[in-house]
């Protein structure tokens, strides 16, 4: 795998229209790469993944993943100012075992699906810190949440099999913490939700740019994917699942900016 960082300058007006519109940052990124062998998959075949870093100023960093190693060639229009690498990523990808330990950051758009069942009536389970839905009178004081069912069947009627956003930060960090047991090899050792900037915080530089961990758009698309921004530290307990979760993503919104998971050695 290959690690990439692309600086674009807010000042430009194409650099704006990109961080402005995640499919048009996704265009300009997969410039990197060929057109794949089935139209339209260049992203999964390439194993591209990015995410916008936050700043304050008018230089904003793009880190961009990928399994083939990217022959970046962008336009002279002052989109694209600055590019660092690619750089192979051996040494991170030699240090997944059973146990590593690595500090993480991963920006992601945690979804649920709506079952039919949550649709028949009230179910008041309770929600516990390792993701279960329990009864809440079973569940010691420590490990309690808060989060509770409720009933589902007006707000989300028609809604059966749909995927639907999850915003409280209870709820994203289980998620969160679901991903990693039972999909992608890992569990949490400390996880937190990185909060949001409030709007007379960011001046005239835009939301997604000083704090990405808000909603994505896609203006042509008429796509929104609300987001969050996890930082914190995770033990590997399935090395083979972690590479492949690493080397995939978590979550969807894949194309758009979320799932790419950053790590650094404890």
């Given at each position: 795998?290959?690690?990439s960082?692309?600086?674009?300058?807010?000042?430009?007006?194409?650099?704006?229209r990109?961080?402005a519109?995640?499919?048009?940052?996704?265009?300009?990124?997969?410039?990197?790469?060929?057109?794949?062998?089935?139209r339209?998959?260049?992203?999964?075949?390439?194993?591209?993944?990015?995410?916008?870093?936050?700043?304050?100023?008018?230089?904003?960093?793009?880190?961009v993943?990928?399994?083939?190693?990217?022959?970046?060639a962008?336009p002279?229009?002052?989109?694209?100012v600055?590019i660092?690498?690619?750089?192979?990523?051996?040494?991170?990808?030699?240090a997944?075992?059973?146990?590593?330990?690595?500090?993480?950051r991963?920006?992601?758009?945690?979804?649920?699906?709506i079952?039919?069942?949550a649709?028949?009536?009230?179910?008041?389970?309770?929600?516990?810190?390792?993701g279960?839905?329990?009864?809440?009178s079973?569940?010691?004081?420590?490990?309690?949440?808060?989060?509770?069912?409720?009933?589902?069947?007006?707000?989300?009627a028609?809604?059966?099999?749909?995927?639907?956003?999850?915003?409280?930060?209870?709820?994203?960090?289980?998620?969160?913490?679901?991903?990693?047991?039972e999909r992608?090899?890992?569990?949490?050792?400390?996880?937190r939700?990185?909060?949001g900037?409030?709007?007379?915080?960011?001046?005239?530089?835009p939301?997604?740019?000083?704090?990405?961990?808000?909603?994505?758009?896609?203006?042509?698309?008429?796509?929104?994917?609300?987001?969050?921004?996890?930082?914190?530290?995770?033990?590997?307990?399935?090395?083979?699942?972690?590479?492949?979760?690493?080397?995939?993503?978590?979550?969807?919104?894949?194309?758009?900016?979320?799932?790419?998971?950053?790590?650094?050695?404890?």
């Amino acid at each position: 795998m290959y690690l990439s960082r692309l600086v674009l300058d807010l000042r430009n007006r194409s650099a704006r229209r990109a961080l402005a519109d995640c499919h048009e940052l996704h265009r300009l990124i997969m410039m990197g790469f060929p057109q794949a062998e089935e139209r339209g998959q260049a992203r999964a075949e390439f194993g591209v993944l990015f995410r916008v870093e936050a700043t304050t100023t008018s230089s904003v960093p793009v880190l961009v993943q990928s399994l083939d190693r990217p022959r970046w060639a962008f336009p002279e229009d002052g989109t694209v100012v600055r590019i660092d690498g690619p750089k192979p990523l051996d040494a991170i990808e030699a240090a997944i075992a059973s146990g590593s330990r690595f500090r993480f950051r991963l920006r992601a758009n945690p979804t649920r699906r709506i079952h039919q069942r949550a649709l028949q009536g009230a179910d008041l389970s309770e929600l516990d810190t390792s993701g279960t839905w329990r009864d809440a009178s079973t569940i010691p004081l420590h490990e309690r949440t808060g989060v509770v069912r409720r009933p589902a069947k007006e707000e989300h009627a028609g809604m059966a099999g749909k995927r639907v956003e999850i915003r409280r930060e209870e709820e994203r960090l289980a998620w969160l913490a679901r991903q990693g047991r039972e999909r992608l090899g890992f569990e949490l050792a400390m996880a937190r939700v990185v909060p949001g900037l409030d709007a007379g915080d960011l001046g005239r530089v835009p939301a997604a740019v000083a704090n990405p961990a808000g909603v994505l758009r896609s203006w042509d698309r008429r796509l929104t994917l609300a987001t969050a921004l996890f930082e914190g530290e995770l033990r590997v307990t399935d090395a083979g699942a972690f590479r492949n979760g690493l080397a995939g993503g978590i979550g969807p919104g894949k194309a758009f900016g979320c799932g790419l998971l950053s790590l650094a050695p404890v």
